[in-house]
């Protein structure tokens, strides 16, 4: 399995509150992804990184951040979470040279906002 | 926007038969990929076939590729219990530069 640690596994939080969600890769790899999971909806993108301190929006970017500090971790922060930021969120890497390559995902962080 | 779009939706079959699983896109694509996800995990890569190729093997899997009509097949042959979980494909996207994912098909291999 790639070494993809996703934290926290679980969080239960208010409306209005900020919530950081950390992606922890050993891969070394170049491209790390965040992408959220509805039923209806399947995978979508919220942002991507492709190096340090590089990164751009995917197709649900609105009302999140990230930043990439390290080759190793890809933060994902909601500044003020709402109810429709209910998800799983999934945390991706990819050893390929463009956005189009094999994904190795983590195992997800459940998010419920009260 | 959804490009992959899986059929069926829900697939119940009785362990030792095959389980076909269709994907549909509508752009030009750089390559089809298929990953699986068991349920509360995270998706696993299983293959990815790209544009020029017609078919690809792994294992039990089998996977076709058909540009001109724009769609592939991920067949899973001598089901097995656990291959229970949702399957879903996903387009490279040649012109967007971006992997977009199908909703995925249930699959349900009966004892």
């Known amino acids: 399995d790639a070494g993809i640690t996703q934290s926290p596994r679980h969080k239960v939080t208010e409306t209005g509150t900020p919530v950081t969600l950390r992606c922890h890769q050993t891969e070394n790899h170049r491209y790390m992804y965040w992408y959220r999971q509805d039923p209806g909806h399947g995978l979508r993108l919220i942002h991507y990184?492709?190096?340090?301190?590089?990164?751009d929006k995917g197709e649900v970017s609105d009302g999140y951040s990230v930043s990439r500090s390290k080759t190793e971790d890809f933060l994902l922060t909601l500044e003020s979470a709402t109810s429709s930021q209910t998800s799983v969120y999934f945390c991706?890497?990819?050893?390929?040279?463009?956005?189009?390559?094999?994904?190795?995902f983590g195992e997800g962080s459940r998010l419920t906002v009260l | 926007s959804q490009q992959g779009e899986e059929d069926p939706q829900a697939l119940s079959i009785q362990e030792g038969e095959n389980a076909t699983m269709n994907c549909s896109y509508k752009?030009?694509?750089?390559?089809l990929q298929w990953y699986r996800q068991n349920s509360g995990r995270g998706l696993v890569h299983l293959i990815l076939?790209?544009?020029?190729?017609r078919e690809k093997h792994s294992g039990r899997l089998r996977v076709t590729l058909d540009t001109s009509k724009k769609s592939s097949s991920l067949l899973i042959t001598a089901s097995r219990a656990a291959d229970t979980a949702s399957y879903f494909c996903a387009t490279g996207d040649q012109g967007a530069q971006k992997l977009v994912f199908g909703q995925g098909t249930r699959l349900t291999i009966n004892p």
């Open positions: 752009t030009s694509i750089n390559n």
């Open positions: 990184s492709y190096g340090v301190k590089d990164t």
């Open positions: 076939i790209r544009s020029n190729e």
């Open positions: 991706a890497i990819s050893p390929g040279t463009g956005l189009t390559g094999e994904l190795f």
